[in-house]
């Protein structure tokens, strides 16, 4: 099934991580697909928000490739991105499938350089600029 959230703009980009959040079911790997400026930071930050995580917790983890934050039960999550990554093996040195199958909730960005090892569960969004600056994140399950 396809499924579409229309983001008019940053005020509106709460509701979209909640509408989100409530359609994707059990699925706990998510990679955004999107070109560069698209907004996949500023959606992991407002569902990071939407789960309790400490907005001041979150930022860009381009550096660091891996960012844990702490939901507000206290559950870990995971928040990776890839840009830098240039060999598959870059993501096995940091123990990537010990995040990914720790049933733990882990968002990628910039996947596409990792995509040879994504898991066949992984849910695989994209992020669309509009030609009116608005935003449509879609995905299929």
Avoid at 9 to 18: F, H, P, S, W
Avoid at 45 to 62: E, F, I, K, M, N
Avoid at 90 to 104: K, N, P, Q, R, V
Wanted: a negative charge.
């Amino acid at each position: 099934m396809k499924h579409e959230i229309n983001i008019a703009d940053l005020q509106d980009i709460g509701r979209a991580a909640e509408e989100f959040l409530s359609q994707i079911g059990d699925h706990r790997i998510l990679a955004f697909f999107a070109p560069m400026g698209a907004g996949k930071t500023t959606f992991t930050s407002a569902l990071c928000h939407c789960l309790g995580v400490r907005d001041d917790a979150v930022s860009s983890p381009t550096f660091a490739i891996v960012n844990e934050y702490r939901t507000g039960s206290g559950e870990p999550m995971y928040h990776f991105d890839f840009y830098r990554i240039t060999k598959t093996e870059e993501a096995l040195d940091i123990g990537f499938f010990d995040y990914i199958d720790s049933g733990c909730l882990c968002i990628m960005e910039w996947p596409e350089n990792i995509e040879d090892i994504l898991p066949e569960e992984t849910l695989r969004i994209h992020i669309r600029v509009n030609p009116d600056q608005s935003r449509t994140v879609s995905w299929e399950d």
